[in-house]
Nanobody
């Protein structure tokens, strides 16, 4: 079984920064993709950023230049550094692991940005 546990969500003022962490445990393949998604109530879950085991990154247009995804494969951990936060970044942020033909999700961590 694979488990993903996120942490780092908080209430922050607009313009502030947060760093989210997600630790994966269980049977983790050497080739995989780790990503961060977010979901606001009433909206679809959307991709924020992803990073492959080879270090290739992808960002949603709305966060380019503000967010940075990174990973420590030795620790099976992915990070999301979020700078210049905006109220529209408020959401539950979920970690996702894609490996083989399966996807695994974490429970999420709440990020709230006040104006």
């Amino acid at each position: 079984q694979v488990q993903l546990v996120e942490s780092g969500g908080d209430l922050v003022q607009a313009g502030g920064s947060l760093r989210l962490s997600c630790v994966a445990s269980g049977r983790i393949f050497s080739v995989n993709v780790l990503g961060w998604y977010r979901q606001d109530p009433g909206k679809q879950r959307e991709l924020v950023a992803s990073i492959t085991s080879g270090g290739i990154t992808h960002y949603a247009d709305s966060v380019k230049g503000r967010f940075t995804i990174s990973r420590d494969s030795a620790k099976n951990t992915v990070y999301l550094l979020m700078n210049s936060l905006k109220p529209e970044d408020t959401a539950v942020y979920h970690c996702r692991l894609d490996q083989g033909l399966r996807a695994y999700w974490g429970q999420g961590t709440q990020v709230t940005v006040s104006s």
